[in-house]
């Protein structure tokens, strides 16, 4: 019998550090970290959660990833924490009247080995996303440009992507449609070149070729992964901080290695705080708090089983108290969920509820007679999720919420993260 597996993920966006009170009543999420003041010129210590599986950004999934990613890597143009596109590896961009084609010049920027960054190495980078054997976490960030979407499907080949180099410094690209999004695009990791040379050739994939302001010194799994500044980045003079060293640090430990000054820094996105360290945190006034707009989902197959059925789907939702979720894991970090979109961005209309637990009770028996399958012939129900003290506490309210509404059992399954991004990747959670 086939076990159907629930996944909970964080989808994350731009975050932002403007600290005034949004005006509708519903704020968005927020990320909390304590922070030291950090003296210039010295190594600064982050707490890192052991869910780095890959700094490869065609390859990376989750916040922490992300992050360190961008500290090894630079695209195009890059976010200032205003929500500014600032140039990055670009330094002219010109748009056609129509909107619809971009022609990037590049500066003299080198990759961390000293090799010269070219307009051939975004090309690159970018089409090796739209074959099947790369294994791109967010390829579909590429689909605006024209053809994109129809080479990953099969339906032309890479040669027709439009995408071109008229020579090393130039970069063209014309997109589907117009999209004024798109140069916060290639400001993401999924946008990032990578060095043809060490993706192809290098067997240790823990040594990396970057062309961000820091680079990789060491890597060592389920330790710590170490950066030093690249000296040979356009803007290496302008930073203070030489080294950053990030430590594995277990989500439960993060406070007391942080009160023993054995760290700078403790929170997301790199390591969750741990919910029962908040209050002592705020009460010495060592908290700080950023709005940041992103969405706790719960990702679900749809494609196979009773979750293909619409109204069993809509049950589950319904049936989950997102409040208690609030309560007992992020307190005043998060607010309830009525959209997909946070409404950080702009969108405050409500587009489904929770905790509504007989109008789910309704929709997941009508859900049954239209599967024409009974509460007991069921298959095994699992919730999946990377393992950590916060997530445990989640799925513990989920399969509470789950099995009172529904009468049935829910199994909880925490993973490593490299089987967890491995599963969803490959839809292997039914």
């Known amino acids: 019998m086939r076990r159907f597996i629930l996944f909970f993920a964080l989808l994350s966006s731009c975050n932002s550090v403007d600290e005034k009170k949004p005006d509708t009543p519903s704020s968005p999420n927020t990320q909390s970290s304590a922070v030291r003041p950090l003296p210039a010129g010295r190594e600064v210590l982050f707490a890192l959660s052991d869910s780095v599986t890959t700094l490869d950004p065609r390859k990376v999934q989750g916040m922490a990833s992300s992050c360190i990613t961008e500290l090894l890597f630079e695209g195009l143009t890059k976010v200032d924490p205003q929500g500014n596109v600032l140039p990055g590896v670009a330094t002219n961009i010109h748009v056609s009247p129509d909107m619809n084609t971009y022609t990037f010049t590049l500066r003299d920027a080198k990759w961390s080995n000293g090799d010269p960054v070219t307009a051939s190495d975004f090309e690159y980078s970018w089409k090796s996303q739209l074959t099947a054997d790369t294994k791109a976490a967010a390829n579909y960030l590429l689909f605006a440009i024209r053809s994109a979407k129809a080479a990953y499907e099969g339906n032309c080949p890479l040669e027709q992507v439009a995408i071109s180099c008229p020579d090393e410094k130039t970069l063209v690209v014309t997109l589907e449609n117009p999209a004024p999004y798109f140069l916060r695009l290639t400001a993401t990791p999924t946008y990032f070149p990578v060095h043809q040379k060490w993706t192809e050739e290098d067997a240790n ?151 509504d637990t007989p109008r789910a009770q309704l929709l997941f028996k009508e859900a049954l007679e239209e599967l024409h399958i009974t509460q007991d012939s069921l298959p095994p129900i699992s919730f999946c999720f990377v393992s950590s003290p916060t997530m445990k506490k989640i799925g513990k309210i989920l399969q509470k919420n789950w099995e009172e509404a529904f009468g049935i059992g829910i199994t909880l399954q925490d993973l490593e993260a490299p089987v967890f991004y491995d599963n969803v990747l490959s839809k292997d959670y039914m």
Request: charged share 20%; aromatic share 10%; net charge negative.
């Open 205 to 355: 994939q823990h040594s990396y070729i970057t062309n961000g302001l820091y680079s990789l010194e060491s890597w060592k799994p389920h330790e710590a992964i170490d950066l030093k500044r690249n000296d040979q980045h356009h803007a290496a003079a302008m930073t203070d901080i030489s080294k950053i060293h990030c430590p594995i640090v277990n989500e439960e430990k993060a406070y007391i290695t942080y009160e023993d000054g054995k760290l700078d820094w403790i929170g997301t996105p790199l390591c969750p705080i741990n919910p029962e360290d908040y209050t002592a945190l705020q009460t010495a006034g060592k908290l700080k708090t950023a709005p940041a707009a992103g969405t706790f989902f719960v990702r679900i197959n749809t494609e196979t089983g009773p979750f293909s059925n619409q109204k069993f789907r809509q049950a589950f939702c319904l049936a989950i108290n997102a409040q208690e979720i609030i309560n007992e894991t992020m307190k005043e970090a998060a607010t309830v969920a009525t959209s997909f979109v946070p409404p950080s961005l702009g969108l405050t209309s409500t587009y489904y509820t929770s905790n």
